[in-house]
Nanobody
Framework: QVELVESGGGSLQAGGSLRLACAVT??????????VGWFRQAPGKEREGVAALDSNGPTNYADSVKGRFTISQDESKNTVYLQMNSLKPEDTAMYYC???????????????????WGQGTQVTVSS
């Protein structure tokens, strides 16, 4: 069993920064490797993967956020972060974190690969 709770969303102006957090609570499992992804969905648009991390370190980013967003984890806090810099109005969306057991290189950005999801946190960027 895996539970994910996102936090850190908010409203800000373009060019600003925000750090999202995904607190992970999980029951013991026979699996040791995992992937965590950050996804977003804007009104009227498909959900898209923006960043993903494999438990062994590899990361993966959507082209639209490369160089601006950074995914990381603090295992001592069971938390995965998404640092978002140079935010643009088109980054406005509900952001979700998701979990899958099993490592993958590169970690996937397809939402169909993940089977545990948080409730989301809203990010609104104004021009």
């Amino acid at each position: 069993q895996v539970e994910l709770v996102e936090s850190g969303g908010g409203s800000l102006q373009a060019g600003g920064s925000l750090r999202l957090a995904c607190a992970v609570t999980r029951s013991p499992s026979r699996y040791t490797n995992y992937c965590v992804g950050w996804f977003r969905q804007a009104p009227g648009k498909e959900r898209e993967g923006v960043a993903a991390l494999d438990s062994n370190g590899p990361t993966n980013y959507a082209d639209s956020v490369k160089g601006r967003f950074t995914i990381s984890q603090d295992e001592s806090k069971n938390t995965v972060y998404l640092q978002m810099n140079s935010l643009k109005p088109e980054d406005t969306a509900m952001y979700y974190c998701a979990w899958k057991w099993g490592g993958w290189k590169p970690p996937p950005l397809a939402d169909s690969e993940y089977n545990h999801w948080g409730q989301g946190t809203q990010v609104t960027v104004s021009s």
